[in-house]
């Protein structure tokens, strides 16, 4: 392959283009040959429990972190070689929001753009719009340290937006948020990829991935486990799932023999039901003859259609947190 | 929502030369050090609060039982020991702020602003050196909260404006290498606990073994050794030798001395 200096996206069109990264921490293998291909102007959602490598992955991206092999070209400019001109054209959103905790946001959001390099002024304006679009009109005036965790992110998104980036990095935008804080930031994001930013949006929710991302790389223990839009990621996997009622006459043996024939993958036994994939919903009247014969009433079969947390599930092997679990165990 | 737009060409500011845009970052980010100060004022106090209190200890609570060679126990010897003593405790609190700059620049380093500044496109240099110039400004502000509180115990510069010049100019420059040492520390074990505990165990021995505090003409013959060969006793020997406090260097003295 020819080696191209300087930008060369015009000619691939990609916006991110990073090939086997690779980063391990001591033992631990937290990037372990990611390759990731996200066209300009598109959303891409980077789908993975925690701990999956997701965020390591951003900050290679990002020039926060020199990959251990690999190579990353954000921008059209190498993240390893010219790690400025890559910091010219993106916004971070970090996990942990990335502002000064004891200047007001106001002061966050001016320095930010001082840093730019813009006048003074502009800065200053620049700040106020932003403050204004993100409901921290009042708040700007006060210490970061005392605003709540959704102001924090919110003021975090904010100076992402300073100049405006063509590339966005939101790193799980709406992890801990309220459902107000969550509709908010996903106005933003919707309203940046509809003003043509390329966005790579790391996220633990299907949900989030669903709404925004063209495509989908669902990435566990440091590797990309699938890649697709997010409706061949359903298709590739069951279409709907079996659960069963475990009861005294339907033991989980019965239940698991009578299903063996018409399950597409290993069913799983989730407190007192069993689930398991199905492929195929032509089969339906058998398995209902099935598992009448090995002792079932109707009441205990239930036929639920996949949702993205089942695809999540079976891709990763671990139960997709939903937000309104996390809430409840907060 | 006008507010929020996708930019096609990348934002590049004012076209400027890359040392002019440098010295602007470091303005932007001395700005937001010093704009630390008035909302966390206890970040002063090492400069400020704790040289007066050492001043105030030694000077009259230790140097009322303190004479220096060949002057008797009394009034007079505690106004010579406190002229003796301002030197050394100049010289101690710049020392110090190695301690306080690498506890510091440690916390800063765990802070998550620290993401956001790696991902602007800023040279590394600015980051430092703002933090560096704006702790310099702290320590200015200290030598002068000092030099008031010297004054007012009866301490004072004797050898003319040249030499007094010379010996604050010393003091700064005492704490600027102090800011980097404090700096290159912070950044190495990025754990302030860990910063704290390495600052006050090498810290610690130099500034008190050393003739910054009494002369070190009585000491052991190991610790006499250890205090003359001490960096700190050449600063401290340095700064009163340029105030004119009546410092005179002992005739077998090595040559830090």
């Known amino acids: 392959m020819l080696e191209m200096s300087g930008r060369s996206d015009g000619d691939s069109g990609l916006a991110i283009d990073a090939v086997e990264l690779r980063k391990a921490f001591g033992s ?9 291909a996200v066209p300009r102007g598109s959303v891409f959602g980077l789908l993975g429990p925690n701990g999956a490598g997701k965020t390591t992955c951003v900050r290679i991206l990002t020039t926060l972190l020199r990959p251990d092999s690999g190579r990353a070209r954000v921008a059209g400019f190498d993240v390893v070689e010219d790690p400025n001109e890559v910091r010219k ?59 709540s965790g959704g102001m924090r992110r919110r003021l975090d998104l904010a100076a992402s937006l300073v100049v405006s980036p063509p590339i966005l990095f939101p790193d799980e935008p709406t992890t801990g948020l309220d459902p107000n804080g969550r509709a908010a930031t996903w106005e933003v994001i919707s309203t940046m990829t509809k003003g043509g930013t ?60 009578a299903i063996a024939p018409f399950a597409a993958g290993e069913p799983q036994r989730r407190g007192k039901e069993l689930a398991a994939p199905l492929r195929d919903l032509g089969s339906i009247a058998e398995i209902v003859k099935a598992l009448a014969a090995a002792g079932a009433t109707l009441d205990q079969i239930n036929i639920a259609k996949a949702s993205m947390d089942d695809v999540f599930f079976e891709l990763t092997g671990q139960p997709q947190k939903s937000h309104v679990e996390e809430g409840q165990t907060q | 929502m006008s507010t929020i737009t996708a930019a096609e060409e990348p934002f590049t500011g004012r076209r400027k030369g890359s040392l002019a845009k440098t010295f602007d970052e470091i303005r932007v980010i001395v700005w937001r050090n010093l704009f630390h100060i008035p909302r966390v004022p206890e970040r002063l106090a090492d400069v400020t609060v704790m040289p007066v209190m050492f001043v105030l ?62 991902s602007l496109p800023i040279s590394r240099v600015s980051l430092l050196g703002g933090r560096v110039i704006a702790t310099l400004v702290e320590g200015w502000l200290g030598i002068t909260v000092m030099a008031i509180c010297g004054l007012l115990v009866g301490w004072g510069a004797h050898n003319g404006f040249v030499e007094t010049v010379a010996a604050f100019a010393l003091l ?86």
């Open chain 1, 89 to 147: 054209r993106i916004g971070l959103v970090g996990q942990s929001a990335s502002v000064d905790e004891i200047l007001s946001g106001r002061q966050n959001l001016i320095m930010v753009g001082r840093l730019y390099g813009m006048p003074s002024g502009d800065a200053k304006k620049r700040a106020d719009e932003l403050l204004e679009c993100l409901d921290l009109l009042e708040p700007g005036k006060k210490s970061v340290k005392t605003y």
């Open chain 1, 28 to 36: 631990t293998k937290a990037v372990d040959g990611i390759s990731l």
């Open chain 2, 172 to 257: 700064v420059g005492i704490a600027f290498a102090m800011i980097c040492i404090g700096t290159f520390i912070g950044q190495l074990v990025k754990n302030s606990m860990t910063a704290q505990t390495i600052g006050f165990v090498v810290v610690f021995p130099l500034t008190f073994v050393s003739n910054a505090f009494v002369p070190t003409d009585n000491m052991p013959a190991f610790l006499k050794a250890f205090a003359e060969w001490n960096p700190v006793s050449a600063m401290v020997a340095a700064i009163r030798d340029l105030f004119g406090n009546g410092y005179v260097v002992p005739a077998d003295a090595p040559w830090p001395l």
């Open chain 2, 57 to 118: 200890l030694f000077g009259y609570v230790f140097g009322s039982a303190i004479s220096l060679p060949g002057v008797e126990v009394g009034p007079e010897a505690s106004a010579a020991y406190r002229e003796f003593l301002i030197a050394g405790i100049f010289v101690q609190s710049m020392v110090f702020m190695s301690i306080t700059t690498a506890v510091g620049v440690a916390n800063d380093m765990r802070e998550g602003v620290i993401d956001r500044f790696r």
């Open chain 1, 198 to 257: 390329t966005v790579l949006l790391t996220t633990q929710y299907m949900e989030e991935a669903d709404r925004f991302a063209e495509r989908v790389a669902v990435i566990d223990h440091g590797k990309v486990v699938a890649e697709g839009t997010p409706t061949e990621l359903k298709a590739r996997i069951s279409n709907a799932t079996l659960v069963i009622q475990i009861g005294d006459v339907l033991t989980e043996e019965a239940a698991r023999n």
